[in-house]
């Protein structure tokens, strides 16, 4: 599989990144009683288009039938996630449903989510290649607590796309609403101020 999806990322940066997010995904699962196998696949998997143009990840999903929000042709970045699902089941033969949720949930989150699919968004979003002043505090809490880790990490993320004046996708505002991140949380975030 690593060679696939080498040869098919064709990249070594965004490859390694999928190679830590694969070995994340894998702890995270273990220290919570989750199928590691599982984990490590979604990761391994969980960016197959992610360097997809943005006329291309239009095109292939598209193509194959994928419902397009007015916010993916925004942004069509966000395609990568359930093209890349699509991916995976065609190029790599996966067809366990609770993978190709965790990859296609793992940009943008979404107000349902498995186990599964909060241990890759989360390893993808705290992987050790990335680097920003709270990681260190929201792995260790990921190891303890996953439901409170992604409730920060979503925090984290819309304090992110505040401070660059970008638009969150409608699914990470649901997920932030699910996770517990309060009305009042977003609009202090929104104003710069938290």
């Known amino acids: 599989m690593c060679r696939g999806v080498r040869a098919h990322i064709g990249q070594q940066h965004r490859f390694a990144h999928t190679v830590r997010v694969a070995r994340f ?4 699962a273990q220290a919570h009683q989750q199928n590691a196998e ?3 696949v979604a990761g391994m998997l969980h960016d197959l288009a992610r360097l ?11 193509a194959r039938g994928l419902i397009i929000t007015e916010f993916e042709r925004r942004y069509p970045v966000v395609l990568h996630a359930p093209l890349g699902a699509e991916l995976a089941r065609e190029l790599f033969s996966v ?4 993978v190709l949720s965790a990859i296609r949930k793992h940009t943008v989150a979404a107000a349902n989510m498995s186990m599964l699919d909060c241990i890759v968004y989360l390893a993808d ?15 260790e809490l990921a190891f303890r607590d996953l439901r409170s880790a ?8 819309l304090r992110y796309l505040a401070a660059r004046s970008l638009t969150p996708a409608p699914q ?3 997920a932030a609403e699910a996770f517990g991140v309060s009305v009042r ?3 202090v975030i929104a104003a710069g101020t938290a």
């Not at 997809?52 to 598209?62: A, C, D, I, K």
């Not at 067809?95 to 609770?98: F, S, V």
């Open 38 to 40: 599982r984990a490590r």
């Open 172 to 174: 990470t505002l649901a």
């Open 185 to 187: 949380d977003q609009e």
């Open 25 to 28: 995904a894998d702890s995270l």
């Open 52 to 62: 997809y143009p943005p006329r291309v990840l239009l095109l292939e999903s598209q």
């Open 150 to 157: 992604m409730r920060l990490t979503i925090v984290s993320s």
């Open 95 to 98: 067809n366990d449903e609770a």
């Open 125 to 139: 979003g705290l992987e050790p290649g990335r680097d920003f002043p709270e990681r260190s505090a929201l792995v």
